[in-house]
Structures are given as C-alpha cells and as structure tokens.
C-alpha cells in the first residue's frame, strides 16, 4: 500500500513541532512527509545572512530539516551541530557571532550548487531526513501588513508595518497583509507536491507571518484549491503578539479572508485552549470542516505543543478512510 502523502505548511517553531508530530505518527502510519516553508524572514542570523549574501533566508529551512533529521546518532550529532548558534551579539564585531551554523551550510550550499532546492535536498541528505523541505518559493519576499495601533500613542491611526520580525512583534491589529513582491513564484516542486498530496495541514505557527503567507503565492495558492487532497488545519494554543485580538474563531476566517476558495476537513484545537467550543465549531463548519478537541500542549502550562501528543491527536485523523 502507498505512503500517505502529507504536505505541512508554515514555518520557524510552528511547522518543526508540527513535522516533529508527523513523525510520531509514522509508528503507525506509513507518511511521506514533505514541509513548504516560508521565505520571509528578515530577523536575526537569517536576516543577516539575506541582506548580506542574498538568497532565501535559510533559519526556517533549518528548523524544518532538523525536524525531520534522522535518528542515526551520526545524524542525530549533524542536526545538533545545524542548531548550535554562535555565541557573542552581531554587533560585537565577531561576523560569526549570532549565526547558526546549519543557517551557514545552507547559504553556502545554495551559492554553491545556484539552486535551493537541490541545496535543501542535499542538507537533507547529511541529516538523514525522513522527509523533504521546500521553499513555497525559490525567491525571498517581504511581509507587509497594514496595522491598526502600531503606534500605541495613536491607537486609531492605521499604518504599514514592513519585514516578517516587524510585524511578528506588533502590538497592533493587523488589518491586512501583503506579500512584495506581490505576486512571488511558487516553488515548482511544491506545486507538485501539493498536487499529489492526500494530506495538506496548515499550522501550528505565527499565523500572519508563517502560515497565511502560503495563501499568498499565486501558484501555490490555485495548486492548494485545486488539490484532490484532505486538508487539515492545526489551531494555535495562545495568541501571539501579531494576532492579539484575534480569536480562535477569527484565526480561522483569516483563512478564508486570505484565500475565499479554501475548503478544509478538519480543524485540530487543544480541548483547554479553545475555551468554549461552539464558536469554534461554527467556525469551523464554515469552511466544511469539523472541529476535533484533543489535549496537545506540553504538561508544564505553556504555549507550546507536545509533539508526541499531537502525534497521538493526528494519527486517528490522518488515518480516517473518506
């Protein structure tokens, strides 16, 4: 019998513990995992990397191989080695200072090889990745948002808020969101594999700045509508800076907002962080989906999924016959 082909989007934190969850479910499922990442970062070592050496910022490429990096201890040992970040500030002098040395390998890969793909496919190589990471496009693109109250002096005033760290940590309400360029290219192989998935699953993660950007893309987004596939959609546990306001409800109209065509079968919430269902469920009936309560955060009361947890929550949804 095939593998079960699932595609996860997003990026940074969100899309590893949702990789990381997938392959707790491959004790009982048999998936091929493939992970299409964001390219917006403009933060931190990615952002460095970005404004000095041009390409795709390489820190949530990163995040989503070492996810998926095999157990091997060789490989185990390579995927530490890809996380360990130098120490000092970036301002101190030291150019090493504040990097990651997998955000390193893969800047130099794809100079040395010209092609992002064929970089991530070989960084997947050395981690022993049990699946495959794809840019949602092969191009960088910057986040814009138009945001009510970034200036909490003026909490009425709308303004735009420009780069993905900017907008991630906005105390104000964002009113919109934009990708420039405004048009970017899908990755060709994402396309692809959002084409022959059965599975697609968006979220966890920031949902402005990692998860709606995929709608964002023209090819990915008529690939995504016109995909065969089953799509699930994993709510957050707490709001985050850029979606203060917003309810658990308003995560999931977001998505309609942003691409009025998309259809969903089920809607994954922690059964504590929801709070009252019904408008949740409603919510998520309005995109045809049903709503699935399961507890998957971590037992010591933060904001973070257990990604043995949410493998245990997936494996029942991901294994349910049409």
């Known amino acids: 019998m095939a593998a ?27 998936l091929d995992i493939t992970a299409v990442v964001t390219v917006g970062d403009d ?14 910022p390489p820190g949530d490429l990163r995040q989503a191989l070492v996810a998926l990096a095999g157990d091997h201890p060789a490989t185990r040992r390579s995927a530490g080695l890809f996380q360990h970040r130098f120490a000092g500030a970036s301002g101190d002098g030291d150019g090493l200072a504040g990097h990651a040395v997998g955000n390193l390998v893969l800047c130099g890969l794809m100079e040395q090889l010209g092609d992002p793909v064929a970089a991530l496919e070989h960084a997947g190589a050395m981690l022993g990745a ?17 945001v009510r ?35 970017p290219v899908a990755c060709a192989e994402a396309v692809a594999a959002v084409g022959g998935a059965d599975w697609l699953i968006f979220g966890p993660g920031s949902w402005y700045t990692s998860v709606l950007p995929h709608l964002l893309v023209p090819g990915l987004a008529a690939a995504i509508v016109a995909s065969p596939a089953r799509r699930l959609v994993t709510l957050n546990l707490a709001a985050e800076k850029e979606t203060l306001g917003l309810s658990v409800a308003d995560h999931l109209a977001a998505l309609h907002w942003y691409l009025p065509q998309l259809t969903v079968d089920f809607v ?18 309005s995109l045809g989906a049903r709503l699935v309560l399961a507890p998957v955060a971590v037992d010591d009361g933060s904001a973070r999924h257990d990604p043995a947890a949410l493998g245990t929550a997936l494996v029942p949804v991901l294994g349910a016959d049409r």
């Open 43 to 56: 933060g931190g070592s990615s952002g460095r990397l970005r404004a000095e050496r041009g390409g795709l």
């Open 268 to 285: 994954l919430a922690d059964s504590k962080a929801v709070g009252d269902p019904e408008p949740v469920a409603r919510a998520a009936e």
């Open 130 to 146: 049990v699946g495959r990471v794809l840019p949602m496009s092969p191009q960088p693109v910057d986040i814009e948002a138009r």
């Open 149 to 183: 109250g970034a200036d909490p002096g003026r909490p009425g005033e709308v303004r735009t808020v420009r780069g993905q760290h900017q907008v991630a940590v906005t105390t104000g309400r964002v009113e919109s969101l934009r990708l420039t360029p405004d048009a």
């Open 4 to 30: 079960t082909k699932v595609v996860a989007f997003g990026g940074g934190h969100g899309l590893s513990a949702s990789l990381r969850a997938l392959r707790h479910c491959t004790g009982e499922l048999d």
